[in-house]
Every structure is written in structure tokens, then in C-alpha cells.
């Protein structure tokens, strides 16, 4: 981003300041139990000896694990960081933070910093800590699908840190900024590729333009990503799957499942970092 001395100090504070907050925080905690506990489930119930279109074992476990991820990530996303900003602003922790030698990208971006760390650390240890346990099991460790998933999940994470803080920068209180994200969050649900089907068949539009907008979605685009590394044929999305390995070839797609969220989330994040700068926001 090209930051200064001074803007990349202030960085630093609020990051640190934002983790160790967010370390005695109850709701961190219980959320990285709870994906190291529904690995530690996984392991006990013997999913890893169940098998479903050649994938068994870890490879499994973690496809299991990533359609986790797509439900509760998203929305723990959204709903812990939109209140960043917009909760500083009123209990007036921003106004004092201010005062002090921190500049106004430096706070916001420390803020997104620390906020990715915290979220992305707890489900990537999950994930590292199944690979090495099934490497001591005597399991077939797939490292290219771990690799992958991991990036796939630190994009995801990026985009809705993206979404959420500039959400959290433009709503002038907490309770719109939680219901904001909320609607947006039903959104991109409801537009998962059912019902992009079901509109295609009801307005008769055509595949590629339907398929092509559901790509928008970057729930879409994991959720297919995923789907893409667990079935390389697409076999379980039907129809849409022809368009889709027709269009792009199934690396490319991956890399651009990688990338866009990054990008989504990249604007998001430079748009509302504008916005704080620009605007008097305290």
C-alpha cells in the first residue's frame, strides 16, 4: 500500500492493541474451540474412513471441514467486524485513539489487520492440526488440497473483512451496521446456484449471462471452488457444471476463486479506508 513511517507505526499499534483485545475476548476463544472441537468430531465419528466419489481419509475430512467454513465464516465475519469502527465511533474509544500520533489509514487498516489474524489463524491451525495428526495416524496427508483449501479460506475471509469494514465505516450505528450485513449475508445465500437455476428456468434467461452473474457471489465462487477440488467433474451441480469446465479450465477457475475475493475484498477495504479519511466520521 505504500505506507509511511508514520502511517505503518500506527498500523502496528492498533493491530496489537486490536489482537490483544480480541484475545480476552470470550467470543474469540469459543470460536476457536469450536472449529478445533468439530475437527477433534470428525476425527472420532470416523469420518476420515467414510468415502464419497474416491475421496477418503483426510481428503474427507477436509472437504467437510471447507462446507463448514462456507456457513459459519461468512457470517461471523460480518457480524463481529462491522461494529470496528462504527462501535468505536460510539463509545468514543475512536475519538480518544485520534488524539493520539495515529493516522486515520493507519487506524483503519491496523483494525482490518488484526481482525484477519484473529479470524484466519483459529480455522488454518484447525486445518494444520488435522494434517498433522493424520500424517501420525499413518493417513494419506493430500498437502496440494490443504494448500489450496488454505487459500481459498484466507480469500474468503479477506472479501467479507472487506465488505464488513467499509459497512462498519459508512452506517451511523451499530444496529444498522448489523443489519446491513445480515441482509447482505441472506443475499448472497439466496443466490446460491438453486436458485439461479430456478430463475434461469423461470425467465427463460440464458445460462451463460445466469451462470455468469451467480459467479459474482463469492459464496458462489468458494462453494464451486471447493466443489471443484472435491469433484473435478462438477457431477453434483448438474447442468451448470458443462457451462462452467467449458468456459475455463479447472486451474484457471481455482486461481480465480483464489484471487477475486481478494480483489472484492481489496476494494472494499480501499473504498471504505477513502471514505474514513475523506469524511467526518467522529
Keep these: 500500500m505504500g505506507l509511511n513511517k508514520f502511517t505503518e507505526s500506527s498500523l502496528f499499534q492498533i493491530m ?5 483485545q480480541n484475545l480476552r475476548s470470550k467470543w474469540f476463544w469459543t470460536y476457536s474451540i469450536l472449529f478445533g472441537g468439530f475437527v477433534a468430531i470428525m476425527f472420532s465419528t470416523g469420518i476420515t474412513e467414510s468415502q464419497i466419489i474416491g475421496f477418503v481419509g483426510l481428503s474427507r475430512l477436509m472437504v467437510t471441514f471447507m462446507q463448514v467454513s462456507m456457513v459459519i465464516l461468512p457470517i461471523y465475519v460480518l457480524i463481529t467486524t462491522v461494529r470496528s469502527i ?6 468514543n474509544v475512536m475519538e480518544f485513539m485520534l488524539s493520539l500520533p495515529i493516522s486515520f489509514t493507519g487506524y483503519f487498516w491496523g483494525k482490518f489487520t488484526a481482525k484477519f489474524l484473529i479470524t484466519y489463524i483459529p480455522v488454518f491451525i484447525a486445518l494444520l492440526g488435522a494434517a498433522i495428526y493424520g500424517s501420525f495416524t499413518d493417513l494419506d496427508v493430500p498437502w496440494n488440497l490443504f494448500f489450496l483449501y488454505s487459500a481459498l479460506l484466507a480469500s474468503m475471509i479477506f472479501c467479507f473483512l472487506g465488505i464488513s469494514m467499509f459497512i462498519s465505516v459508512v452506517a451511523h450505528s451499530q444496529d444498522l451496521a448489523i443489519s446491513t450485513a445480515f441482509i447482505i449475508w441472506l443475499v448472497l445465500v439466496a443466490f446460491l446456484d438453486l436458485i439461479l437455476m430456478g430463475l434461469m428456468l423461470k ?3 440464458d445460462a451463460g449471462m445466469v451462470i455468469g452473474f451467480g459467479m459474482l457471489n463469492p459464496l458462489q465462487v468458494f462453494r464451486t471452488a471447493v466443489l471443484v477440488l472435491f469433484d473435478p467433474e462438477l457431477t453434483v451441480m448438474g447442468a451448470a457444471s458443462y457451462y462452467i469446465l467449458d468456459s475455463v479450465k479447472r486451474e484457471l477457475f481455482i486461481f480465480f476463486a483464489i484471487a477475486y475475493p481478494i480483489v ?3 476494494l472494499f477495504g480501499l473504498a471504505g479506508n477513502r471514505y474514513f479519511k475523506k469524511n467526518d466520521i467522529i
Excluded at 16 to 20: G, K, Q
Excluded at 86 to 91: A, I, L, P, Q, Y
Aim: neutral net charge.
Design 16 to 20: 496489537n492493541a486490536d489482537i490483544r
Design 86 to 91: 462504527v462501535g468505536d465511533r460510539e463509545s
Design 203 to 205: 425467465l427463460r434467461l
Design 264 to 266: 472484492l475484498g481489496s
